[in-house]
């Protein structure tokens, strides 16, 4: 099988180092925009060759967009219009629904398959990838009625291979939760770090005094602006309900700080603490 | 030496076992005033015996409390009118300042040392306690200029005993600092754990769908509200004041997002990413 690489990051980095690990077969075609990256993904033995998209395309039986949602939007149409006959179409952008509805009036639409891993790190490029990166970690499926039998069996396969588990979900169902459950985190972090950079000017403060707690909540604000950005754009309509929300109980935990209720404000951490029970 | 652990959860049993490992001839008395924590902690070897607070101070050459901050404040002074003579008093609190003041004009206010270890995890209770906690990590030691000389340097050999990092402080900056890389780290946990319970009211969408980003930034939703709500009364000002910036910060993302300002947003990212300098 021949497989395109189109954007040769941490996770089309770690998509082609993973599947290489069990068919050593299979040959990975890198595009990148960045001569820089896809030169240091061919160094670092990503993909066999780069080549530019059309011709990447032409040449693939699965194509793989792990590129800005606001670029898979643009690019899906396009890429669909010169797909190869047998070919596959997938996406691994973090949010569904546009993408989904960019594909939609496409004639080749069952070619395509929408799909989300519900994996990454805090670090980007393809310096960043790794083989056992979407190893046991969720990948879900979106509007699989959309796809072609043929072409979801295929994604279905790929994602065994990789020792992913299958989820199957409605686009808009999917935006909405991933809203709440990672797009919501995200901001929560940039904008603690922003917060913390802002007061703390005497940085020396801030490496001694600062635990383990610090860093985990604060981690995810060196997350990746370019694919970040267009995150937080094609979900607005959730992304700003999920921060209204929490910005009013912040505002309540302040309220409660302001007034000495220490009763009412146990309440809420006791309530928040109810995560065990998810997180373990 | 007799040691006494007033608080046998997680850092006062951590603070026990620890210097265990180093002196097994020290001997360690346990004061708690729930039975339950107490039987477990002998239990578990944290401390040799468990004794009434009164009689475990007469007994100890060194004092150590480990309870919330509000509870440390109401026992430092009547600890200090029955402490023997050479005995010395130290505190694990995560807050400085009003504690500091308790002792402040206490005929004996150089026998005690006011310490902060930065450590500790979302568990407590005696079972979550183990010897290597405190090791390797910061300890903040608030208005030295107040201990005697011998009382300062037991607490600080204790401190070399256990691998910790000393560090020096006046008590009100501490508390301004520690608002920041600390306090609101857990408000901003709590409430984005109280967020997404109240939204997903199908947890299974939680469970399935939430990468590690929102465990990494959900975690301290877990700490204990006994311990946490004492710390933001006592930190009132500095915490309302980091909470306020932290919600004007996250209502800029909200108006970037609604406006669609994608350039804004990804200038307060790049802003954002700078915490990569400091976290590595």
Same mark, same amino acid.
Request: aromatic share 6%.
């Given at each position: 099988?021949?497989?395109?690489? @189109?954007? =040769?990051?941490?996770?089309?980095?770690?998509?082609?180092?993973?599947?290489?690990?069990?068919?050593?077969?299979?040959?990975?075609?890198? /595009?990148?925009?960045?001569?820089?990256?896809?030169?240091?993904?061919?160094?670092?033995?990503?993909?066999?060759?780069?080549?530019?998209?059309?011709? %990447?395309?032409?040449?693939?039986?699965?194509? @793989?967009?792990?590129?800005?949602?606001? %670029? #898979?939007?643009?690019?899906?149409?396009?890429?669909?219009?010169? =797909?190869?006959?047998?070919?596959?179409? /997938?996406?691994?952008?973090?949010?569904?629904?546009?993408?989904?509805?960019?594909?939609?009036?496409?004639?080749?639409?069952?070619?395509?398959?929408?799909?989300?891993?519900?994996?990454?790190?805090?670090?980007?490029?393809?310096?960043?990838?790794?083989?056992?990166? =979407? *190893?046991?970690?969720?990948? #879900?499926?979106?509007?699989?009625?959309?796809?072609?039998?043929?072409?979801?069996?295929?994604?279905?396969?790929?994602?065994?291979?990789?020792? *992913?588990?299958?989820?199957?979900?409605?686009?808009?169902?999917?935006?909405?939760?991933?809203?709440?459950?990672?797009?919501?985190?995200?901001?929560?972090?940039?904008?603690?770090?922003?917060? @913390?950079?802002?007061?703390?000017?005497?940085?020396?403060?801030?490496?001694?005094?600062?635990?383990?707690?610090?860093?985990?909540? @604060?981690?995810?604000?060196?997350?990746?602006?370019? *694919?970040?950005?267009?995150?937080?754009?094609?979900?607005?309509?959730?992304?700003? +309900?999920?921060?209204?929300?929490?910005?009013?109980?912040?505002?309540?935990?302040?309220? #409660?700080?302001?007034?000495?209720? +220490?009763?009412?404000?146990?309440?809420?951490?006791?309530?928040?603490?109810?995560?065990?029970? #998810?997180?373990?």
């Amino acid at each position: 099988m021949q497989i395109a690489i @189109v954007g =040769l990051g941490l996770l089309g980095g770690s998509f082609a180092l993973g599947l290489k690990a069990k068919h050593n077969n299979y040959r990975f075609i890198g /595009v990148d925009y960045s001569a820089e990256h896809a030169a240091k993904a061919l160094s670092l033995h990503l993909v066999d060759e780069v080549l530019p998209l059309e011709e %990447a395309v032409k040449k693939s039986d699965l194509i @793989v967009l792990a590129i800005p949602v606001n %670029a #898979i939007s643009r690019l899906i149409s396009p890429i669909l219009d010169f =797909l190869p006959e047998n070919a596959t179409l /997938v996406d691994l952008g973090s949010t569904k629904e546009l993408i989904c509805k960019a594909a939609h009036k496409h004639p080749k639409r069952g070619k395509f398959v929408a799909a989300h891993p519900i994996a990454g790190t805090e670090y980007s490029g393809p310096e960043a990838a790794f083989a056992s990166l =979407l *190893m046991n970690k969720t990948m #879900i499926i979106c509007d699989k009625e959309a796809s072609d039998a043929a072409s979801l069996k295929l994604v279905e396969q790929v994602c065994q291979d990789l020792e *992913m588990h299958l989820r199957y979900m409605d686009s808009a169902a999917h935006d909405l939760h991933l809203a709440y459950v990672s797009h919501l985190s995200h901001i929560s972090s940039f904008a603690l770090g922003i917060t @913390v950079l802002d007061k703390e000017k005497d940085e020396k403060h801030i490496f001694d005094m600062a635990g383990s707690g610090f860093s985990s909540t @604060v981690r995810l604000a060196k997350s990746s602006p370019q *694919m970040w950005g267009p995150i937080f754009t094609q979900n607005k309509k959730n992304v700003s +309900e999920a921060l209204d929300s929490y910005i009013k109980q912040l505002q309540s935990f302040k309220d #409660i700080i302001d007034k000495d209720d +220490e009763e009412k404000g146990k309440e809420l951490m006791l309530k928040a603490n109810d995560i065990r029970r #998810i997180l373990g």
